[in-house]
Nanobody, 125 residues
Framework: VQLQASGGGLVQAGGSLRLSCAASGRTFSSYTMGWFRQAPGKERDVVAT????????YYVESVKGRFTISRDNAKNTVYLQMNGLRPEDTAVYYCAADRGVTTTPSSVLSDFDYWGQGTLVTVSS
């Protein structure tokens, strides 16, 4: 599986961005998908994950109510809608795929098997 993230950019605090992650391969619809981020000098952390059918999601506490993860299995694409952006959301955002078959999406970085190249989100104050 190859993952291609896009949609990052520079936005003012309070603004919105939508990230997309296009996946190759026929098995996308069976994978848990996730968005992670890595700020300068910090470790990569989970942002949100979504089960194979979109029925279950996980959000890190800091983005609840502001970010929404979704997926379109017909288009092999997962999205991250980010509203109410804050300077502390500035990071490189990565999409990732977990081959594990589960209805509860993992939030553990090491569970994810495939990674995209990352897209930079910069939020100015």
């Amino acid at each position: 599986v190859q993952l291609q993230a896009s949609g990052g950019g520079l936005v003012q605090a309070g603004g919105s961005l939508r990230l997309s992650c296009a996946a190759s391969g026929r098995t996308f619809s069976s994978y848990t998908m996730g968005w992670f981020r890595q700020a300068p000098g910090k470790e990569r952390d989970v942002v949100a994950t979504i089960s194979w059918n979109g029925g279950n999601t996980y959000y890190v506490e800091s983005v609840k109510g502001r970010f929404t993860i979704s997926r379109d299995n017909a288009k092999n694409t997962v999205y991250l809608q980010m509203n109410g952006l804050r300077p502390e959301d500035t990071a490189v955002y990565y999409c990732a795929a977990d081959r594990g078959v589960t209805t509860t999406p993992s939030s553990v970085l090491s569970d994810f098997d495939y990674w995209g190249q990352g897209t930079l989100v910069t939020v100015s104050s």
